[in-house]
C-alpha cells in the first residue's frame, strides 16, 4: 500500500464520510472487510462513566450497532474501548474466551451482550488503533474481518505497523471535523462559549460586556443559555462543566 498517496487522498477529502469511505477502502487492502470509528472528546463523563463518543462511523455492519451502543451502553460495556482508553498501541482482539488477547481480562458478565451482538454477525475478531490526541480526546480506529480468527491473528500482525500509521494519518485529515462535530455536546453557540472562556477567567458579566462591547443584559442571556444547554444549576458549575467536556478551547480552524 502506498502511505503517501493514502494520505493525500485524505488531505483531500472534503466530508468525514467521504474520508471514511477513503480509510475503509484502503483497510480492505489489507483484508479487513468492516470498519468501526469512533472519537471521544474526554475519556469519562461527570459520572466517572466511560463518555459515549460524539462520533461513530460504521461500514459493512448492522447499522443497528448504533441502537445498541448508545441506546443501549454497549459502548460503556466493550472490552476493545476498555483496552483502547489504557494503550497507545494497536492490538489484536478475539471474543472467543479461550484466545489470550487482552480483551480477556475485561471479559464478563457486562460485556456479554456485546460479545453476543458480534458473535451474531460472525465479528468476533479484529484489530483496534487507539489514537490518544494531545487534548485528552482520542479516537478508535477498528478492523474486523469474518473467518478464522487464527488466520487473520497472523495476516494481521504482519501489517500491523501499516496499518496503525494509517489510521493516525486518517485521525490527523479528519481531526478538525470531528472536533467541531464533538462541541454538539451541548450546542453552545460562539458567544456563549466566548462569555463562558471569560467568566471561567474570573471576570463578572460587567466586565464582560466591556471586553466583546455587548450590553450586560446581553452578556447575561448569553450566560443563562449555555447554563441552561449544560443542564447546570447555575453559573459556576456550568462553567466546570463546559471545561470537562473542552468547550472552553479556543474554536479549531477550518
Request: proline share 4%; aromatic share 8%; glycine share 8%.
Amino acid at each position: 500500500m502506498d502511505i503517501i498517496e493514502i494520505e493525500e487522498r485524505f488531505a483531500a477529502g472534503d466530508s468525514l464520510s467521504g474520508q471514511i469511505d477513503t480509510l475503509f477502502s484502503a483497510m480492505q487492502a489489507f483484508g479487513f472487510d468492516t470498519l468501526i470509528y469512533d472519537y471521544t472528546p474526554v475519556r469519562y463523563d461527570l459520572d466517572g462513566r466511560l463518555m459515549m463518543p460524539t462520533v461513530l462511523e460504521l461500514r459493512n455492519i448492522d447499522e443497528t450497532m448504533r441502537d445498541y451502543w448508545f441506546g443501549r451502553g454497549y459502548f460503556r460495556h466493550d472490552p476493545v474501548q476498555h483496552v483502547a482508553l489504557g494503550t497507545t498501541a494497536p492490538f489484536f482482539w478475539n471474543y472467543d474466551p479461550k484466545a489470550e488477547t487482552r480483551i480477556r481480562a475485561f471479559m464478563n458478565e457486562d460485556t456479554a451482550c456485546v460479545a453476543d451482538f458480534l458473535a451474531e454477525r460472525g465479528l468476533t475478531a479484529g484489530v483496534t488503533v487507539p489514537v490518544h490526541l494531545p487534548g485528552g480526546d482520542y479516537a478508535t480506529v477498528t478492523g474486523i474481518r469474518a473467518g478464522d480468527p487464527a488466520r487473520l491473528e497472523r495476516e494481521a500482525r504482519l501489517c500491523l505497523g501499516e496499518f496503525s500509521l494509517m489510521a493516525h494519518l486518517f485521525q490527523r485529515a479528519v481531526g478538525a471535523q470531528v472536533a467541531r462535530q464533538a462541541t454538539g455536546l451541548a450546542r453552545l453557540t460562539a458567544r456563549e462559549r466566548e462569555c463562558l472562556r471569560h467568566s471561567a477567567d474570573g471576570l463578572s458579566a460587567k466586565e464582560i460586556s466591556r471586553l466583546i462591547d455587548r450590553s450586560v443584559p446581553t452578556v447575561v442571556m448569553h450566560l443563562n443559555a449555555a447554563t441552561r444547554k449544560l443542564g447546570a444549576k447555575n453559573r459556576t458549575q456550568a462553567v466546570a462543566r463546559a471545561a470537562h467536556f473542552r468547550l472552553l478551547d479556543p474554536p479549531h480552524a477550518s
